[in-house]
């Protein structure tokens, strides 16, 4: 069964940082990963979706990058602002046709002005 | 505008009842689900649907029942018979080409 950990659980970093957000997953199968970004009682947005055969992706300040055989994916920001102050899921799709995602329990950021 | 959008965003009901959230979708998307999200956890897959009249059980179906009569519509009833259904209850569709998932707003569910 998949398993998807993010790392830190809350991080907390002064306006114009460069930071990094760690997601990792147990099963390295995967079809494609997704990150999102949750603000305080919403749904979820899609930031960026990396398929398997794909290195990183870039949305702007963010980049994401994966490595299947280890594992694991990382949401780069760049300059952060208080405005990135949010959740940030990472997501996997396992493959299969029924493009079923597990998450993992998110990383709760904090730019502080 | 195209979206997903859920209604109500708030939901207050007596326990021992049923309601129904809804979920509509303008992005002509085949495949919509049901995920719950409780604090401290992931999402977790409650139905899903990739075709009009045809759904599958998810993670954490028991107590849940859905419909999916036409593509734009996916509502899921929560039953008397959730233990614990306050929650909040969040809509996805995506299409078969794109893969990638777009959510609705919310509905936040509480139960007393």
């Known amino acids: 069964k998949q398993e998807v950990t993010q790392i830190p659980a809350a991080l907390s970093v002064p306006e114009g940082e460069n930071l990094v957000l760690n997601c990792s997953f147990t099963d390295s199968a995967i079809y494609n990963l997704q990150w999102f970004r949750q603000d305080p009682g919403k749904g979820l947005t899609s930031l960026l979706l990396i398929q398997s055969s794909q290195r990183e992706q870039t949305s702007g300040r963010l980049n994401a990058s994966l490595d299947k055989s280890s594992g694991r994916s990382t949401l780069y920001i760049a300059a952060s602002q208080p405005g990135d102050s949010a959740t940030y899921l990472c997501a996997v799709d396992s493959g299969g046709s029924n493009y079923k995602l597990t998450f993992g329990k998110g990383t709760l950021l904090t730019v502080n002005p | 505008d195209g979206g997903i959008t859920q209604s109500p965003k708030y939901l207050f009901r007596k326990e021992g009842q049923n309601v129904t959230l809804s979920c509509e979708q303008n992005l002509n998307h085949d495949a919509m689900y049901w995920y719950r999200q409780d604090p401290g956890q992931g999402l977790r897959l409650i139905y899903y649907?990739?075709?009009?009249?045809?759904?599958q059980k998810g993670d954490i179906a028991e107590g849940y029942s859905v419909s999916r009569e036409k593509k734009e519509s996916f509502p899921l009833t929560v039953t008397s018979a959730q233990k614990n259904p306050t929650a909040f209850y969040l809509c996805?569709?995506?299409?078969?080409?794109?893969?990638?998932?777009?959510f609705g707003p919310g509905t936040r569910l509480t139960v007393t």
């Open positions: 996805a569709s995506s299409s078969q080409l794109q893969l990638e998932q777009y």
């Open positions: 649907s990739q075709i009009v009249n045809d759904f």
